[in-house]
């Protein structure tokens, strides 16, 4: 079995990295989605809560629970920003390893690229010392026939 060369195992390492950074992102963005959808219900709850405001009566039961149901509305409110806050802080994460993803993809292609073109190169090398062995193996036949008197 052939060994790898170092730029097979650059390469290797490279798309290692690279899919390592792409679970990462992936784990960021599902992040972000459940963020997202939390930060939707406490807000749809908000709205069907509210809507079901008790209005201001004359007794003190009443009031009582029209000052609980306001107080309640508060603390709705204030998880909402803070899970407002925390759908935002994870977008930027997101983003961030939505960045390192890319730049790590393209470390990779820069590397394959750069593989690519070293086969192209010895290839050519090749074909060129085949051409140049059958050019010369057809070179002594001919001198070999004139040699013999005999016309290619």
């Known amino acids: 079995m052939k060994r790898p060369s170092a730029i097979e195992m650059l390469i290797e390492m490279r798309r ?9 992102c992936a784990q960021a963005q ?6 997202t959808g939390t930060l939707r219900m406490l807000t749809q709850y908000r709205s069907d809560y509210e809507n079901r405001a008790p209005k201001n009566g004359q007794s003190a039961t009443d009031t009582l629970r ?11 409110g204030l998880a909402i920003g803070e899970q ?9 994460r997101s983003e961030q390893q939505q ?6 993809q393209r470390r ?3 590397m394959e690229t750069l593989a690519l ?7 050519k090398r090749l074909e060129s010392l085949e051409q140049k062995q ?13 040699r013999e008197g005999n016309k290619p």
């Not at 029209?66 to 709705?76: C, I, S, T, Y």
């Open 108 to 110: 990779l292609k820069a």
């Open 117 to 123: 073109r070293r086969e192209t190169e010895r290839l």
């Open 99 to 104: 960045r390192a993803l890319s730049d790590r």
């Open 30 to 35: 599902r992040d972000v989605d459940a963020a």
């Open 84 to 92: 407002d806050n925390l759908v935002g802080n994870l977008n930027e």
């Open 66 to 76: 029209v000052q609980v149901h306001e107080r309640f509305v508060d603390k709705l």
């Open 16 to 24: 290692r990295e690279r899919d390592r950074v792409a679970g990462i």
């Open 134 to 146: 059958t050019d010369e193996f057809a070179t002594q036949a001919y001198a070999r026939a004139r």
